[in-house]
């Protein structure tokens, strides 16, 4: 199983830009297809954006053109860099392995705080 572990997550003031990462450990991580998720206050988790093993990407529709999916295999580390920040985009983001069907595989991790406002 992976064990995964989210950072980046800081204040930001409106149209602000932050770089999430998620460093993965405990099995091989270029197998696994990815995601990011977050959880605002109040809010159902939801799922940001994903990357396939073979580094296809896809978006919600809330963040498309603003936020890009990385990852980088020989680190066993996936990024989210987060521009045009909104103050919508508050909340705890989370990464996890996928099954190809979307389902999360692994265990949550403690994630990381994204805090937009002035």
């Known amino acids: 199983q992976v064990q995964l572990v989210e950072s980046g997550g800081n204040l930001v003031q409106p149209g602000g830009s932050l770089r999430l990462s998620c460093a993965a450990s405990?099995?091989?991580?270029?197998?696994?297809?990815m995601g990011w998720y977050r959880q605002a206050p109040g809010k159902q988790r939801e799922l940001v954006a994903h990357?396939?093993?073979?580094?296809?990407?896809n978006y919600a529709d809330s963040v498309r053109g603003r936020f890009t999916i990385s990852r980088d295999n020989t680190k066993n580390t996936m990024y989210l860099q987060m521009n045009s920040l909104k103050a919508e985009d508050t909340a705890v983001y989370y990464c996890?392995?996928?099954?190809?069907?979307?389902?999360?595989?692994?265990?949550w991790g403690q994630g990381t705080q994204v805090t937009v406002s002035s």
């Open positions: 996890n392995t996928r099954s190809p069907g979307g389902e999360v595989t692994s265990r």
């Open positions: 990357i396939t093993e073979g580094g296809s990407t």
């Open positions: 405990g099995s091989i991580f270029s197998m696994y297809d």
